[in-house]
């Protein structure tokens, strides 16, 4: 069973940053793709960040250029560094694991709020 521990949220002004970071049980871990994933309220849940198992990393445009993922895999963590962030980044963002052999996992959310 895998467990996903992600690290508080804050309150951050606008143009700030913020490192989350995202802590995994278990013995997968390096052999698995990793992702961050936002929602914001009344909106659906959109991705953020993936970093695959070799290190490859892809953005959306609505991130490219202020969000870095990382991943070190002799701590079981994955990492987002925002930096510029906007009042449209406020959102909860999750961590999320995909196994080699299919399955998701999730981590419980940690909410991040940018004040313009």
């Known amino acids: 069973q895998v467990q996903l521990v992600e690290s508080w949220g804050d309150l951050v002004q606008a143009r700030g940053s913020l490192r989350l970071s995202c802590a995994a049980s278990g013995s997968i871990f390096s052999s698995s793709a990793m992702g961050w994933y936002r929602q914001a309220p009344g909106k659906q849940r959109e991705l953020v960040a993936t970093i695959t198992s070799g290190g490859s990393t892809d953005y959306p445009d609505l991130v490219k250029g202020r969000f870095t993922i990382s991943r070190d895999n002799a701590k079981n963590t994955v990492y987002l560094q925002m930096n510029s962030l906007k009042p449209e980044d406020t959102a909860v963002y999750y961590c999320?694991?995909?196994?080699?052999?299919?399955?998701?996992?999730w981590g419980q959310g940690t909410q991040v709020t940018v004040s313009s």
């Open positions: 999320n694991l995909h196994a080699p052999y299919g399955n998701w996992y």
